[in-house]
C-alpha cells in the first residue's frame, strides 16, 4: 500500500545542517519497463546514500496520469528487488498528492508571483529560443496581459496554465558530480510551469513538495535535469524549504546525442536480462562502464557498496555529459 508522507512545513531556506541523516530517493516513472539508464541512475542514487549510512525512499512519479501505467508499477518495484536495489520508505505515489501541491501552489499564488498563461505549444515553440543547449527560455507573453485580455482569451475557449515569476536573481550549487554551475533566472529560464493547462501541477513544483515531505536530501539524477535545478532551488526558497545536494549523472546513450528511450526499448531490462543472464551481471556491466566501479565484473550493490566512494567515482567517470551504451 501506499505510504503517506508527512505534510510539507514551512522551514527556513538553505542547505541541510551538518550531520542530518543522508536520505536518497529513487524517483521512476511508470512509463514503461525500466532500462540501462534508469538502472544506472538509481545505482548511483542507492551508492551515494548507503556509502554515507543513509536510506532510500521510494517514490512512483506518475504525476503524469495518462501515460502512467499500473503494471509497471508493480514491474518496477520487482525489478528494483530483483537487482538488489531495495529501498527503506515507501512506496509513495504522486497521483494522491494533490492536496499537498495545491497549498504550496497557494502559497505561491497569495504572494502575487503566479500569473495565467495562455499560450499553446506551438506559441512557445515560435516564441521562444533554446539557451545554452539546453531548453527554450520563456520570453514573457503572458506575464503583463491585461485584465481584458485575459478575459479575451478566456473567452475563446482557452484554459490558462500557471507560470510562475521570476527576477534575475542568480541560483548557483555546486554539483557532487558536475561542479559549479548557476543560473540567472530570467535570462536563462524566463518564468516557468507551477501548473499545466489540464489542471495538473507541474513536475517542478511537485518534486520539491515530495522531497521536502519524504525527507530527501540527496538528489541524484540524470544531467539533463541539472539545468532545472537552480528553478527547483528557487521554489524550495520561495516555501522555505531546505535544499538537498545534488549530484547529476552522465546520461546513457544508445549514440551520440541520443539518449536511452523506454518509449524505444532501448537496453530494456528484458534485453539487458537475455543478454547478461542475471541482475548481478547487469549490475556489474553498468557500474563497470560508468565508473561506479573498476571492472565490469557480475556483483550485487551490496558487493559494490564494499568499495565505493563518491571520490573514485567522479575520478573514474569516462564523460561528464555522455556514455556510450556497449
Known amino acids: 500500500m501506499p505510504g503517506q508522507p508527512k505534510q510539507v512545513e514551512c522551514r527556513s531556506s538553505g542547505s541541510e545542517p551538518a ?4 536520505v536518497g530517493r529513487f524517483a521512476p516513472s511508470p512509463t514503461g519497463r525500466m532500462h540501462a539508464g534508469n538502472v544506472y541512475a538509481a545505482l548511483a542514487a542507492w551508492l551515494v546514500a548507503k556509502s554515507q549510512g543513509g536510506r532510500i525512499v521510494l517514490r512512483i512519479e506518475d504525476l503524469d496520469r495518462e501515460r502512467s501505467k499500473t503494471a509497471y508499477v508493480d514491474q518496477v518495484q520487482r525489478d528494483f528487488e530483483a537487482l538488489g536495489l531495495c529501498w527503506d520508505e515507501g512506496p509513495y505515489f504522486q497521483h494522491n498528492r494533490d492536496e499537498a501541491y495545491q497549498a504550496a501552489f ?4 497569495e504572494r502575487g508571483l503566479t500569473y ?9 515553440l515560435a516564441a521562444s529560443a533554446p539557451h545554452r543547449g539546453e531548453k527554450p527560455v520563456y520570453p514573457g507573453t503572458c506575464r503583463h496581459l491585461s ?12 484554459a490558462p496554465a500557471m507560470r510562475l515569476m521570476v527576477d534575475e536573481r542568480e541560483l548557483s550549487l555546486v554539483d557532487a558530480i558536475q561542479g559549479p554551475y548557476s543560473q540567472q533566472l530570467k535570462r536563462d529560464c524566463g518564468d516557468f510551469l507551477v501548473r499545466r ?9 511537485a518534486v520539491v513538495v515530495d522531497d521536502a515531505a519524504q525527507g530527501v ?14 528553478q527547483q532551488m528557487h521554489l524550495q526558497e ?13 546520461l546513457l546513450v544508445g549514440e551520440r546525442d541520443r539518449r536511452l528511450s523506454k518509449r524505444d ?20 556491466h553498468i557500474a563497470g562502464i560508468t565508473g561506479l566501479a573498476e571492472s565490469d565484473e557480475p556483483a550485487t550493490p551490496e558487493e559494490l557498496l564494499g568499495r565505493f566512494s563518491l571520490e573514485q567515482f567522479r575520478e573514474r567517470i569516462p564523460d561528464l555529459v555522455q556514455i556510450p551504451w556497449r
Open 106 to 109: 497557494d502559497i505561491l499564488k
Open 238 to 250: 520561495l516555501l522555505g524549504l531546505p535544499h538537498p545536494t545534488y549530484a547529476h549523472v552522465p
Open 197 to 205: 493547462s489540464d489542471g495538473a501541477f507541474a513536475y517542478q513544483l
Open 147 to 158: 485584465a481584458e485580455e485575459r478575459a479575451e482569451r478566456e473567452a475563446g475557449g482557452r
Open 19 to 22: 550531520g542530518a541523516p543522508v
Open 217 to 230: 536530501t540527496s538528489v541524484v539524477r540524470g544531467v539533463d535535469l541539472l539545468c532545472s535545478t537552480p
Open 265 to 284: 526499448k532501448d537496453a530494456s531490462l528484458e534485453e539487458l536480462l537475455e543478454r547478461f543472464g542475471t541482475p548481478q551481471a547487469i549490475v556489474g
Open 116 to 124: 495565467p498563461c495562455y499560450c499553446t505549444r506551438a506559441d512557445l
